[in-house]
RNA sequence: GUGGGUGUAGCUCAGUUGGUCAGAGCACCAGGUUGUGGCCCUGGGGGCCGUGGGUUCGAGUCCCAUCAUCCACCCCA
């Protein structure tokens, strides 16, 4: 191993370091408090599976599956995979502990990091964070828009603007399949004007070529058949009425027929939400609806919905449109001794200090008077509680007001209530 | 997996056609103020100039490779 290797992170990967930590907190309180107000309850499960689960569970065909996953023999010979998306493992975990059998729906989040092998770029590690929520048991169209609302609620709440809610319907297992012959059909005739990407496409996933970027590819697709045209009464019937609840909720769409999600088991709903300003990388989340995924991995038929969306896109969203995160590691008091050793004394006060509640901290390295308060002032403290020789032997204590400057002396045994009342009354 | 840009102090970056080129600002530490932070002044510690080869009398500077990083493609969150 070279040197280097020991000291520096692997790629794709970021260390959250103390000075960024108060977004992530944000982000993870409101995503917790958001799922409980909507009655979804949290999940953990392992951040590796059995390949087999993201094999059968996302698509083999997926571009995720096929070159994105970090896939390793354990010591005993077991093939697993570092999740790359939370669904799959959530479906297993409903499966493996039988909790529909507590009555649906069964309704879940989950916060965490996902692996996805690529190459880095602005938006895009090789480790990252999702929140997501998943929804068991109910084919009603209004819990697809309970879903999206609580997608657009998290943004809004941490005052995320100017998000496209973009929205699909790509049909069920039938009518996709009928559309995918019609679609065929329509592109047959200029399929060598195709990129070369899109040609593979044609044969194993043809609704792809909608996603492709090229101005060729999107000129011959711009005038193809769309899906929501072919869609079955009941994939029709469902659409209509989740955009019926969305409009009754307020939430603004954009119906977006060339909406194609990456991952294969999505039916009906699909929606992605869109932000620009973070780069290439414009969706800081999506979802949908996955009807067929508990019985494909096993289960019986039980319908579900649900969404991801990227925590370090939210991130870097916040910060691209100027949101300011509250600091969270400001010291309130720092204890400052000078003259003759009051090291007992400062160290009980301290004590004193935190078991009431207050930030607080204290030199370790013997520094002057004067190094200490800048200490203070670096750790952001309010107050410095000043022990001096003089003062102490009088019993009390000098407090001072680093912001506004101001300096009285209390009594020793006054002190901490005092800073209790000036914290009280806004310092 | 493909393409382009960039690697010099903890950070942001200067460094002229190869010849005091080891520099600045910020940050850090100390002193000015022998008991008081922020502002100011003075001083200090810190660099295998990403790494390995090559060209040359001489390379931070040119060439090659490699690694890292950023951006874009691809794909997605």
Not at 20 to 28: D, P, R, T
Not at 128 to 135: I, N, R, S
Not at 274 to 287: D, E, R, W
Not at 331 to 352: P, Q, S, W
Request: contains cysteine; proline residues 4%.
């Amino acid at each position: 191993m070279e040197d280097f290797m020991l000291i520096t992170r692997p790629r794709g990967t970021e260390d959250i370091l103390p000075e960024n930590i108060s977004g992530w907190y944000l982000l993870e309180a409101t995503a917790r408090e958001l799922s409980y107000l909507y009655g979804y309850r949290e999940i953990r499960t392992p951040i590796f599976e059995h390949t087999e689960i993201f094999n059968r569970g996302v698509g083999d065909t997926t571009d995720i599956v096929e070159k994105e996953m970090y896939t390793f023999k354990d010591r005993g010979g077991r093939e697993l995979t570092l999740r790359p998306e939370g669904t799959a493992s959530v479906v297993r975990a409903f499966l493996e502990h039988r909790m529909d059998a507590q009555g649906l729906p069964v309704k879940l989040f989950y916060l965490g990091p996902m692996f996805r092998y690529g190459r880095p770029q602005a938006g895009r590690l090789r480790q990252f964070h999702q929140f997501g929520v998943e929804a068991f048991g109910s084919m009603d169209p209004g819990l697809d828009a309970e879903v999206i609302a609580l997608a657009m609620n998290f943004y809004r709440a941490l005052g995320l603007e100017d998000l496209e809610l973009h929205l699909n319907s790509v049909g069920c297992p039938e009518c996709r399949a009928k559309y995918r012959e019609e679609l065929k059909g329509y592109l047959e005739p200029y399929l060598k004007e195709l990129c070369n990407t899109c040609q593979g496409r044609f044969e194993r996933n043809p609704l792809r070529i909608f996603d492709c970027k090229s101005s060729v590819c999107q000129e011959i697709v711009a005038k193809a058949p769309t899906v929501v045209l072919s869609l079955c009464e009941d994939c029709s019937d469902h659409f209509k009425r989740v955009q019926g609840y969305l409009e009754t909720l307020g939430i603004d769409f954009i119906l977006d027929e060339h909406l194609v999600r990456g991952l294969d088991y999505y039916t009906k709903t699909a929606f992605e939400i869109m932000v620009k300003g973070i780069g290439a990388q414009s969706s800081i989340g999506g979802g949908g609806r996955y009807d067929g995924l508990v019985e494909n991995l096993g289960g019986k038929s039980v319908p579900g919905i649900g969404f991801g969306l990227g925590l370090e896109r939210v991130l870097l969203t916040l910060q691209a449109q100027g949101k300011d995160l509250p600091q969270i590691n400001k010291i309130e008091v720092m204890v400052v001794t000078v003259g003759a050793d009051l090291n007992k004394e400062a160290v009980r006060l301290l004590a004193n200090l935190r078991a009431a509640g207050f930030k607080a901290d204290k030199d370790y390295l013997e520094r002057s008077l004067k190094a200490q308060m800048k200490y203070a002032n670096r750790c952001k403290a309010r107050i410095a509680l000043i022990l001096g020789e003089e003062e102490f032997k009088r019993g009390k204590v000098l407090v001072r007001d680093l912001e506004t400057g101001s300096q009285e002396e209390v009594p020793l045994e006054e002190v901490v209530d005092f800073c209790r009342q000036k914290k009280e009354s806004g310092w």
